[in-house]
């Protein structure tokens, strides 16, 4: 069956949009059109997103279905967005509050669920059922996915990687706990850890070119990223990890260190592959689209119990 859906990722500063059609040989053509705009940092931020939708239904055409994916703790199953600082809500009934007033059924989740989903059926993990997905921005997220299903957890709060402790005398996260490994391995952290006041990709760039104290920024949070990544392993036994975010756009400069690492590291398991995303900061877009034709072919997917 035909379908047309819009998926919509809400970040903290942008709300990003694109409308997806599925072609009757079921696959999925490209982006018929995109659009941005800002997402307001208070809490009108869930009217703002209703606005952002209707307007770009009314300009661009009827779509099926609607998908979200938004920030912070989320309940997927239920639609929930359970608590975000930016966009700021609480115990918000999204899906259910989007869907009465487009008139059309919404899906809604995770936005780093919704990128390592879209990573799964048409990224870096395609054909992969058991691979963790790390996005490492401005903070880091993760999402599990095990014999092919995204693993939530019965509070949907499975998959946080960035919440792994890695140095229980680190620093205090924001999260409350201390050295966790987004305070040492994100884009924030690293360029907390360097000082001198330029960014994550900076400390990057100053690395490769031979300072000495930016490589050694590196390493920490490649050794980091990698104590987390032994836990994972441990743990599932991943055939493949996929490392996103704005800090993964090293490229090698990442990956090959942490590959290394990674396989001195290991004694008994089995090394997972460790490549780099490939969506890029579209895979949640495409997330949420995938979720909305989701809902379109077992419209009973996401019942109004929250059960799957
Ligand atoms: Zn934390």
């Keep these: 069956m035909t379908a047309r859906v819009l998926g919509i990722d809400v970040g903290g500063t942008?709300?990003?949009?694109?409308?997806?059609?599925?072609?009757?040989?079921g696959r999925l053509g490209e982006p018929e059109w995109t659009a941005r705009r800002a997402t307001p940092p208070d809490e009108t931020a869930a009217d703002a997103l209703g606005e952002f939708a209707e307007a770009l239904i009314a300009e661009h055409g009827p779509?099926?279905?609607?998908?979200?994916?938004?920030?912070?703790?989320?309940?997927?199953?239920?639609?929930?967005?359970?608590?975000?600082?930016?966009?700021?809500?609480?115990?918000?009934?999204?899906?259910e509050a989007m869907a009465?007033?487009?008139?059309?059924?919404?899906?809604?989740?995770?936005?780093?669920r919704m990128g390592g989903l879209a990573e799964g059926r048409a990224g870096a993990a395609?054909?992969?059922?058991?691979?963790?997905?790390?996005?490492?921005?401005?903070?880091?997220?993760?999402?599990?996915?095990?014999?092919?299903?995204?693993?939530?957890?019965?509070?949907?709060?499975?998959?946080?990687?960035?919440?792994?402790?890695?140095d229980p005398l680190g620093v205090e996260c924001g999260c409350g706990q201390r050295g966790c490994l987004e305070t040492i391995a994100s884009a924030t952290g690293i360029a907390?850890?360097?000082?001198?006041?330029?960014?994550?990709?900076?400390?990057?760039?100053?690395?490769?070119?031979?300072?000495?104290?930016?490589?050694?920024?590196w390493r920490e949070a490649v050794s980091a990223l990698v104590t987390a990544l032994l836990s994972a392993v441990t743990l599932f036994d991943l055939s493949l990890v996929v490392?996103?975010?704005?800090?993964?756009?090293?490229?090698?400069?990442?990956?090959?260190?942490?590959?290394?690492?990674?396989?001195?590291?290991l004694t008994f398991q089995h090394a997972p592959e460790v490549v780099g995303a490939a969506l890029g900061d579209e895979a949640a877009v495409l997330g949420a689209a995938l979720i909305a034709l989701d809902l379109l072919d077992q419209p009973d997917l996401f019942n109004k119990d929250g059960k799957k």
């Design 126 to 166: 395609v054909g992969c059922r058991d691979y963790l997905f790390i996005s490492l921005g401005t903070g880091v997220g993760g999402m599990l996915c095990l014999d092919g299903s995204p693993r939530l957890g019965p509070h949907h709060r499975a998959g946080e990687l960035g919440h792994l402790v890695v």
């Design 192 to 217: 907390r850890l360097y000082g001198r006041g330029v960014s994550a990709r900076e400390v990057a760039r100053r690395a490769a070119d031979g300072d000495a104290r930016a490589a050694e920024v």
């Design 63 to 95: 779509v099926d279905a609607v998908g979200l994916a938004i920030p912070g703790i989320v309940d997927d199953a239920a639609g929930i967005a359970e608590f975000s600082v930016a966009p700021t809500w609480a115990d918000l009934p999204l899906r």
């Design 243 to 265: 490392l996103g975010g704005g800090v993964a756009q090293a490229g090698e400069q990442l990956l090959e260190p942490v590959r290394r690492e990674l396989a001195s590291r």
């Design 100 to 112: 009465a007033r487009l008139g059309l059924p919404v899906a809604l989740g995770h936005d780093t």
């Design 14 to 25: 942008t709300m990003k949009a694109a409308v997806r059609t599925r072609r009757t040989d």
